[in-house]
């Protein structure tokens, strides 16, 4: 009993202090901020003390965001504890943040795990816009991810689809289920790997295994982590140990990666490696005494990182939507459709698997993979922060304003999108193309927009064309696929997508051809 009392009067005395702390910040920010009576500020919903707006928000946040924006605009102030943000909801304001003043949003806010991240800010996608990001962004458009590059490593991509065709093929000949998220991210894991360190999961060797279980846990907990700005100056307290555990999985990563940099370095020296894999030219780059920018072991370690991570999880994750879409559409091709998918499969032919460079000729493929980003956008939210103070949708905006552009809301805009909250593939024909361009963002837009958005595509083409191609596909207990969203910004499917796989009569033809 006397533990139960004590317990109890620990928690009191420790809410108390909170609240204290939490209403003492948010008087004093008051307080101290200059009032400016001309200073017109984005709309925003009734707020409650301390809390701000989080009473009226719900777990996902894109659709939380997409529906107070119905209510209150395209731009609106969001606050949540002792953290503010400003969220941009429709093409047209995400135009004026995106391209108008691009210059001006071209940071990113800082994120509280900059306190538990070992690389600071190294890592591309925090770093801040000066040298070193233009230096990085330079290396990626002509060496990392430039299409030379990509093509060296088309052989890599191809044996691991065709590996994970063979896994299908399997489960369809036992009459299995076959979870089609688990063994995407795998693939998309060894992909990523082979292209970034030449390591893959394979009997010899579970670094590639290693590295998606690390990236894995560094992803969730960050995720947690940033949730902790709405703790204003408690998150220095890291009251619920996801610093700590960031730091660590950061760390277990690090000592993993500088394992496998000093192979490289042996074997790039001793002339072993036939082709250069990324680690391998980011390498050959930090011993370039003439560089703009010296490189060093961290902010390599830290730029594999972003890779893996923009990949493994987010390509994985779409791919997983996208098939997801496609079997689950209970749709009658139209007459124009169904002459556009036999187009597309007359471009292959039955006696061959599809090949990344068919993607061009493949009209109807592309439609869906864009389609199933549109609907699924696997970063459903981007983050910017303006360095000077400007006028955004007519209203003022403070200088380190946090600005999230809601990209779920634009690309479901009933304003810009026919049946927005319909997979309709067919709706992207060459002359309405251009009109997409601030209404569609998966990738974002301006100058921090997406490097790998080539790769990324060159992958789900095929991954979406050859499962599509090769196999017809059942869901698991029932007719319909459940693509209700996970919780936060993850943009991921709750549930996991489970199908039973029947082959093509040419499906093991074809494996066995490639
Ligand atoms: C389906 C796959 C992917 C999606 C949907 C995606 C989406 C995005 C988005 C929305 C952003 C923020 C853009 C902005 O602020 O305007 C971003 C940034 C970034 N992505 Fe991707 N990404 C994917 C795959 C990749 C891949 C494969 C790589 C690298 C190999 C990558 C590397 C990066 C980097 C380095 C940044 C930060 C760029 C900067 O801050 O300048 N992403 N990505």
Same mark, same amino acid.
């Given at each position: 009993?006397?533990?139960?009392?004590?317990?109890?009067?620990?928690?009191?005395?420790?809410?108390?202090?909170?609240?204290?702390?939490?209403?003492?910040?948010?008087?004093?920010?008051?307080?101290?901020?200059?009032?400016?009576?001309?200073?017109?500020?984005?709309?925003?919903?009734?707020?409650?003390?301390?809390?701000?707006?989080?009473?009226?928000?719900?777990?996902?946040?894109?659709?939380?965001?997409?529906?107070?924006?119905?209510?209150?605009?395209?731009?609106?102030?969001?606050?949540?504890?002792?953290?503010?943000?400003?969220?941009?909801?429709?093409?047209?304001?995400?135009?004026?943040?995106?391209?108008?003043?691009?210059?001006?949003?071209? &940071?990113?806010?800082?994120?509280?795990?900059?306190?538990?991240?070992?690389?600071?800010?190294?890592?591309?996608?925090?770093?801040?816009?000066?040298?070193?990001?233009?230096?990085?962004?330079?290396?990626?458009?002509?060496?990392?991810?430039?299409?030379?590059?990509?093509?060296?490593?088309?052989?890599?991509?191809?044996?691991?689809?065709?590996?994970?065709?063979?896994?299908?093929?399997?489960?369809?000949?036992?009459?299995?289920?076959?979870?089609?998220?688990?063994?995407?991210?795998?693939?998309?894991?060894?992909?990523?790997?082979?292209?970034?360190?030449?390591?893959?999961?394979?009997?010899?060797?579970?670094?590639?295994?290693?590295?998606?279980?690390?990236?894995?846990?560094?992803?969730?907990?960050?995720?947690?982590?940033?949730?902790?700005?709405?703790?204003?100056?408690?998150?220095?307290?890291?009251?619920?140990?996801?610093?700590?555990?960031?730091?660590?999985?950061?760390?277990?990563?690090?000592?993993?990666?500088?394992?496998?940099?000093?192979?490289?370095?042996?074997?790039?020296?001793?002339?072993?490696?036939?082709?250069?894999?990324?680690?391998?030219?980011?390498?050959?780059?930090?011993?370039?005494?003439?560089?703009?920018?010296?490189? &060093?072991?961290?902010?390599?370690?830290?730029?594999?990182?972003? /890779?893996?991570?923009?990949?493994?999880?987010?390509?994985?994750?779409?791919?997983?939507?996208?098939?997801?879409?496609?079997?689950?559409?209970?749709?009658?091709?139209?007459?124009?459709?169904?002459?556009?998918?036999?187009?597309?499969?007359?471009?292959?032919?039955?006696?061959?698997?599809?090949?990344?460079?068919?993607?061009?000729?493949?009209?109807?493929?592309?439609?869906?993979?864009?389609?199933?980003?549109?609907?699924?956008?696997?970063?459903?939210?981007?983050?910017?922060?303006?360095?000077?103070?400007?006028?955004?949708?007519?209203?003022?905006?403070?200088?380190?304003?946090?600005?999230?552009?809601?990209?779920?809301?634009?690309?479901?805009?009933?304003?810009?999108?026919?049946?927005?909250?319909?997979?309709?593939?067919?709706?992207?024909?060459?002359?309405?193309?251009? /009109?997409?361009?601030?209404?569609?963002?998966?990738?974002?837009?301006?100058?921090?927009?997406?490097?790998?958005?080539?790769?990324?595509?060159?992958?789900?083409?095929?991954?979406?064309?050859?499962?599509?191609?090769?196999?017809?596909?059942?869901?698991?207990?029932?007719?319909?696929?459940?693509?209700?969203?996970?919780?936060?910004?993850?943009?991921?499917?709750?549930?996991?997508?489970?199908?039973?796989?029947?082959?093509?009569?040419?499906?093991?033809?074809?494996?066995?051809?490639?």
């Amino acid at each position: 009993m006397a533990v139960t009392i004590d317990t109890h009067s620990y928690f009191f005395l420790f809410s108390t202090g909170l609240l204290s702390i939490l209403l003492v910040h948010s008087f004093l920010r008051r307080c101290l901020k200059p009032s400016n009576k001309d200073f017109k500020s984005p709309p925003s919903p009734p707020a409650l003390p301390i809390i701000g707006h989080l009473h009226l928000l719900s777990i996902i946040l894109p659709k939380c965001f997409q529906a107070l924006a119905s209510r209150y605009g395209p731009l609106m102030k969001i606050t949540i504890g002792a953290s503010t943000s400003l969220v941009v909801s429709n093409a047209k304001v995400a135009r004026e943040v995106l391209k108008i003043q691009d210059l001006n949003y071209s &940071n990113r806010p800082r994120f509280p795990t900059g306190d538990y991240q070992i690389y600071k800010r190294s890592s591309f996608f925090e770093a801040e816009y000066g040298a070193y990001w233009r230096f990085l962004k330079k290396i990626c458009m002509t060496e990392l991810l430039s299409a030379q590059q990509l093509n060296r490593f088309a052989d890599i991509r191809k044996e691991e689809f065709v590996k994970l065709l063979e896994v299908v093929l399997r489960s369809a000949k036992k009459n299995e289920a076959f979870d089609v998220g688990a063994e995407l991210m795998s693939m998309t894991n060894n992909v990523v790997c082979r292209m970034t360190m030449s390591t893959r999961c394979s009997e010899g060797s579970d670094d590639s295994k290693k590295i998606r279980e690390f990236t894995d846990g560094i992803v969730k907990v960050a995720a947690k982590l940033s949730l902790g700005e709405v703790w204003g100056p408690l998150k220095k307290f890291d009251l619920f140990g996801f610093g700590k555990k960031l730091k660590a999985a950061l760390t277990e990563y690090d000592e993993l990666v500088e394992r496998i940099m000093v192979e490289h370095e042996s074997n790039r020296h001793g002339g072993e490696r036939k082709r250069k894999d990324m680690m391998d030219i980011l390498l050959e780059i930090s011993e370039d005494e003439k560089a703009e920018v010296k490189l &060093n072991r961290n902010h390599i370690k830290a730029f594999l990182l972003v /890779s893996l991570a923009g990949f493994i999880h987010r390509g994985h994750r779409y791919n997983c939507c996208c098939v997801a879409m496609d079997i689950s559409r209970d749709y009658q091709p139209a007459k124009s459709v169904q002459q556009a998918q036999r187009r597309d499969q007359r471009v292959v032919g039955s006696n061959r698997l599809i090949e990344e460079s068919d993607a061009p000729n493949l009209p109807y493929l592309q439609a869906v993979v864009k389609e199933g980003l549109r609907l699924h956008p696997p970063s459903p939210m981007i983050l910017r922060q303006n360095n000077e103070a400007c006028k955004i949708n007519s209203y003022d905006v403070a200088a380190k304003s946090r600005t999230i552009i809601n990209a779920y809301a634009v690309m479901r805009d009933p304003d810009s999108w026919e049946d927005p909250s319909e997979f309709v593939p067919e709706r992207y024909s060459t002359s309405a193309r251009e /009109s997409h361009e601030f209404h569609y963002l998966p990738f974002g837009s301006g100058r921090r927009a997406c490097p790998g958005s080539a790769l990324a595509l060159a992958v789900m083409h095929v991954v979406i064309g050859s499962l599509v191609q090769c196999f017809d596909w059942k869901v698991k207990g029932g007719e319909k696929v459940n693509m209700e969203i996970g919780p936060a910004v993850s943009g991921a499917m709750l549930h996991p997508l489970e199908c039973y796989p029947t082959a093509q009569v040419n499906a093991s033809i074809i494996c066995s051809r490639v």
